[in-house]
């Protein structure tokens, strides 16, 4: 007999993100008055710019404070529209665009409109914490392919044609990688859709961080290589990362309609509209000024080269150069299975990061999170004397494991 405290059965292999919980350990630490540096979350640290906000406090001023249209106001849909077109090099309507409570609601949504109970999901690790596990609470079966280091943490087209199977559903693909920072490049990406087209997947697109990359590394879009791969394509982006508005909540899909209707219907029973003035903040984003997005890149990119030097001066470290996105994954491992002072022994990234968190002072996210065992995530949307303190404070806390 059940109790009536019961909970679904569905939650059972679910664990909560370590995103989120490493980013809330280093604020309570911090608000205990422990100087902690939290190198935790994958958040800008830039205010949103004056004139997003500007456009939300004006429409505050005339009342917008009501429900709209589940898919999100027409005004928005049709900038999302324009410039996903634009990116794309393929026509988006409007009406194949659903606006949602940010690009996780979105990728949730699009999970429970195509998984059957079984159904597989390839996904390359290391992979952004949250996408097995909202493959296993929309009843499917996430199917983990490794990438390597060698290859830049791209998967091999070869390696995913080997772990398709009749229940294969879709491959994730994000460029630029969270946590790698990997961007995948032409001619990867064609060799992916060369399977996907040959295999009949669907590619969905996990682009929150496309405007994030840097040096000589650009971002292609696989929906751009042609009719046939756009018709097979879901794209997932938003304003969180590129704006610096994580916390207004506005992520979108743009893809074939009768996805775009299927996650209508369950947003439609579920959260209905994304926030109203949060729709509003993000058409002045949108069709605002951008030269903000230029200026915050550039300050990624100085923090990314800074802290990758000084990770790599850390002897045992190995760090690839990250491309996009905003954070550094190099290789812990060497520190795994070490002593520490007070004596305990480290058996993993796990307990190594929680060692570093409360002994060293500085948050880091474990790799096993990402499917990565042994590496570490740091992100560097942080402030450049945060970066200095915060890896002298790693350097000297690995130098005193034995
Ligand atoms: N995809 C990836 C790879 C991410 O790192 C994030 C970060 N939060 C998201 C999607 C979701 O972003 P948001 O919900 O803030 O739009
Ligand atoms: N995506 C960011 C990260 O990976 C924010 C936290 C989350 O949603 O997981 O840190």
């Not at 569905?10 to 919980?21: E, M, Y």
């Not at 709209?68 to 900038?79: F, I, Q």
């Not at 393929?90 to 665009?97: C, H, K, L, N, S």
Request: net charge neutral; glycine share 8%.
């Amino acid at each position: 007999m059940p109790t009536p405290l019961k909970l679904a059965s569905r939650l059972d292999p679910i664990l909560p993100s370590i995103t989120l919980a490493v980013t809330a350990k280093a604020a309570r630490l911090k608000a205990e008055g422990i100087d902690v540096i939290s190198f935790g979350a994958g958040e800008p640290d830039f205010d949103t710019p004056d004139h997003i906000k500007e456009a939300a406090r004006k429409g505050l001023d005339r009342g917008v404070a009501k429900y709209t249209d589940v898919a999100g106001l027409l005004p928005l849909r049709k900038a999302i529209a324009t410039e996903l077109s634009r990116v794309h090099h393929t026509a988006i309507a409007p009406e194949e665009v659903l606006v949602s409570c940010g690009a996780k609601h979105s990728l949730y949504n699009l999970f429970i409109a195509l998984l059957d109970p079984g159904d597989e999901v390839i996904i390359p690790a290391p992979y952004w914490v949250s996408y097995p596990d909202m493959v296993r609470l929309a009843g499917g079966h996430p199917v983990i392919v490794e990438t390597s280091a060698a290859d830049d943490f791209a998967v091999r087209a070869d390696v995913v044609a080997s772990a398709v199977t009749p229940r294969t559903r879709a491959i994730v693909l994000n460029t630029p990688s969270n946590p790698t920072g990997a961007v995948y490049s032409r001619t990867q990406i064609e060799a992916l859709a060369k399977i996907a087209l040959e295999r009949d997947l669907l590619v969905i697109s996990d682009d929150i961080y496309r405007s994030l990359v840097y040096g000589d590394a650009q971002y292609v879009s696989i929906a751009a290589l042609g009719p046939e791969m756009a018709k097979r394509t879901v794209l997932i982006d938003g304003v969180s990362k590129t704006y610096a508005m994580t916390g207004w909540r506005i992520g979108y899909t743009a893809g074939p309609p009768a996805i775009i209707k299927a996650m209508n219907k369950i947003q439609g029973q579920s959260t209905s509209n994304a926030s109203h003035i949060a729709q509003v903040a993000t058409l002045a984003a949108l069709t605002g000024p951008q030269e903000c997005v230029e200026t915050m890149r550039r300050a990624f990119d100085e923090r990314r080269l800074e802290m990758l030097s000084l990770l790599r001066a850390i002897p045992g470290v190995t760090c690839r150069e990250p491309k996009g996105a905003f954070y550094c994954f190099p290789d812990f491992s060497a520190f795994v299975g070490k002593r520490t002072p007070e004596g305990s022994i480290l058996d993993d990234d796990v307990q190594l990061c929680d060692w570093l968190v409360e002994v060293g002072k500085v948050a880091v996210v474990p790799g096993s999170g990402f499917g990565a065992p042994g590496h570490v995530r740091l992100s560097y949307a942080c402030g450049m004397p945060q970066i200095r303190e915060g890896v002298a404070r790693l350097a000297q806390s690995v130098a005193r494991l034995s």
